[in-house]
């Protein structure tokens, strides 16, 4: 299972950005709880948003609920992260994750609670 995270860059405050995460492999993509998480320099990774298989269910950090939209395709095995209103503190390495789970009552928020990864994608938002 492979996790191609895309869509990071250079952006100043107030702009938005997509990035999206496109899974292929041996994965059955919609019946997976997909993630989003970001990791500052010198600091932990840290949740971001999820959403259930179905799309149905999104749960959001508090620090990004308001400015940033998670959404999927099935069909296109992707899971988007819409990043709008950008602060300096938004800056980081934006992994995708992915956990096989039809559950989507529960947020998942830490990283142990997922099975793939992707490589990362930077993100970089000058005030």
């Known amino acids: 299972v492979q996790l191609q995270a895309s869509g990071g860059g250079l952006v100043q405050a107030g702009d938005s950005l997509r990035l999206s995460c496109a899974a292929s492999?041996?994965?059955?993509?919609?019946?997976?709880?997909m993630a989003w998480f970001r990791q500052a320099p010198g600091k932990e990774r840290d949740f971001v948003a999820a959403?259930?298989?179905?799309?149905?269910?999104?749960y959001y950090a508090n620090s990004v609920k308001g400015r940033f939209t998670i959404s999927r395709d099935n069909a296109k095995n992707t899971v988007y992260l819409q990043l709008d209103s950008l602060k300096p503190e938004d800056t980081g390495v934006y992994y995708c994750?992915?956990?096989?789970?039809?559950?989507?009552?529960?947020?998942?928020?830490?990283?142990?609670?997922?099975?793939?990864w992707g490589q990362g994608t930077q993100v970089t938002v000058s005030s």
């Open positions: 492999g041996r994965i059955f993509f919609s019946s997976h709880f």
């Open positions: 994750a992915a956990r096989p789970s039809y559950y989507s009552g529960h947020d998942y928020p830490y990283t142990d609670d997922y099975d793939y």
């Open positions: 959403i259930s298989w179905n799309g149905g269910t999104t």
